[in-house]
């Protein structure tokens, strides 16, 4: 969606929620130079009042719950983002594509009518299905095929085409109802690891597969394929017993292995009030008396990747000329006060690695979101919890992440983003010395969406630091959600390459491994160490660290609640109230 407009269009655009499409949509749209506004969907009659006050020449709505007003589709050309092939219909088309093993899948862009997902077709793409889980496809496959599909809609629009000649639907496409849990209930007596993880992906990150642990009801989310050599090292048992726990998985046995899972949801108790709806956690915490009973797996961070688990890294390269890359695949991108120990003692552990680039990979579908804000709420929902406690913990905690990095002066550290980054997640990526992504990343490098949180992770120090001071007050105020390109021509990102996450990652890879056997490598890391020093001398780390948390502490412990609040609406996923004004344009 990158080229200019042949003329600029009056786009609204109407979703569920302000998702990462929804925020690719916005952001390419604009950049082609379309007057782009949003409205989220709350209601039939706020959705007319913002078509009236807008004056759409298109409504696009590319994720959509509801259908689109009569009044409105009657008489706007409404276009919605389906994540299904031509002729497939129906709420669960991406859940019933993994579920029945499709090679091949699509997006197709149709004209809203009267009917669900039945109007004319308007645009189509395909891609292939990759073993992931239904969020990450959506994040990467469908959202790539969706920005080009709806690309081809506006050309026709700003040409005054109409819809093209109609498609023949896909062999074997139809219109399918809701999929419920019976349809994808494991059974663990027959089902092997590859049944178990298809259903569990296709049902992940929403709903989660209906299931039980421990005897209790629950959603399975965040599987990942045992191998046998950690299968020997459990306990016995027969398929569907749990028998070993390693970092926040759990193991489970299989009908032929076995499969870790990272993250549950527990059933809500009998006599649970609205608000107390329990959260999607990591295992171990969800189950945090029982996994404790559970034997631990450790695995070394230098091993072969077919071994789960959340860190790994790997070397390349000859001795001299050697790259390191360490992965930190934290599900959601959500980082625990545990899950920055882990991190910051594996970037301790590896200063002693002879490597002259270390490639900070994150995981494949974020690199980071920051601070768990669902363990934080769980924390403090615990007898005797506070959330501010749990919330400075984790804080201190990613803190100490940043500085590791910062601190990393003897090699070339970069961040590679094979996903999103957001809020303190972002900041972590620019601790870094150079920061890349593909063309698919969008970062939302600000935290005032969180009730007006000031941020840590010494953004003070590293936003300014690229962008000027006066820049990064105004990109953090701004709230946009920024594509890596766009982030690139400001000096955000140091550079954007590749098709999709896994092209990009093998040229990171290739950039730094040229880089690690560049003659001026020596040079570089001798002019790292003297802007480091003169930095510290100017202003320490631990400065902008102390000024940052005094801001913090006040988010946490101050007399306005609006964190604690804001915190609360995003993890109970509580429906939006109203469109916020920075994205609507209209109002
Ligand atoms: N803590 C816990 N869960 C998080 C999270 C965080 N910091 N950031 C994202 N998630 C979860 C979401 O709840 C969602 O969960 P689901 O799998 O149950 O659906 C999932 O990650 C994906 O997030 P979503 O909001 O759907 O992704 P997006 O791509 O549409 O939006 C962000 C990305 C970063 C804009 C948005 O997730 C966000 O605002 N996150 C909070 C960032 C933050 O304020 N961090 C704390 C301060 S450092």
Known sequence: ????????????????????????????????????????????????????????????????????????????????????????RGPSSLDRAILRGEARWGVTVLQATGEFDAGPVWATASFAMRPATKASLYRHEVTRCALAALSQCLRRIERGEGAPAPLPPQPGARAWPLLRQAERAIDWSVDGTEAVLRKIRSADGSPGLADSLFGERCHLFDAHPATPQALAGALEGAPGAVVAR????????????????????????????????????????????????????????????????????????????????LRFAFYNGAMSTRQCERLRDALRA???????????????????????????????????????????RNIEAIDDVALEILTITDRVTVSALCGNAGAGGVFLALAADEVWAHPGVVLNAHYKNMGNLWGSEYWTYVLPRRLGQARAMELTQARLP????????????????????????????????????????????????????ADEAAKPLAAYREEELTRMRRNFYGFDPSYHVARYHFVHKLPQAWTPRHLALHR
């Not at 979703?15 to 506004?37: C, E, I, P």
Request: proline letters at 6%.
């Open 482 to 533: 920024q594509p890596a390109a766009d982030a690139v021509r400001e000096g955000l990102l140091d550079a954007c390459f590749g098709d999709d996450a896994e092209h990009f990652m093998a040229l990171a890879l290739a950039r730094a491994l040229a880089m690690a056997s560049d003659a001026g490598h020596a040079r570089r890391i001798a002019d790292k160490q003297a802007l480091r020093a």
């Open 1 to 88: 969606m990158a080229d200019a407009a042949l003329r600029p269009l009056r786009v609204l655009l109407l979703a569920h929620g302000f998702n990462s499409l929804t925020q690719q949509v916005f952001a390419r749209l604009r950049a082609r130079g379309h007057v782009v506004s949003l409205e989220l969907d709350i209601s039939d009659a706020v959705t007319q009042e913002a078509v009236a006050l807008f004056r759409p020449d298109v409504v696009i709505a590319p994720f959509l719950k509801r259908r689109i007003p009569e009044a409105v589709w009657r008489q706007h050309l409404c276009l919605v983002v389906h994540p299904g092939v031509p002729g497939d």
């Open 246 to 325: 390693r970092a926040n998985a759990i193991l489970r046995r299989t009908a032929d292995g076995g499969v870790w899972i990272g993250h549950v949801r527990r059933a809500a108790s009998a006599n649970a009030g609205e608000g107390d709806a329990p959260l999607k956690l990591p295992a171990t915490e969800a189950f945090a008396e029982q996994a404790a009973q559970l034997p631990e797996l450790p695995v070394p961070l230098l091993r072969d990747a077919a071994e789960w688990d959340e860190l790994h890294y790997a070397e390349h390269g000859e001795a001299g000329a050697r790259v390191g890359v």
């Open 350 to 392: 590896l200063r002693e690695r002879p490597v002259q680039v270390l490639l900070l990979a994150g995981g494949p579908d974020f690199f980071s979101n920051g601070i768990h804000l669902n363990t934080i709420e769980a924390e403090g929902q615990a007898p005797g919890g506070s959330a501010a406690d749990a919330s400075l």
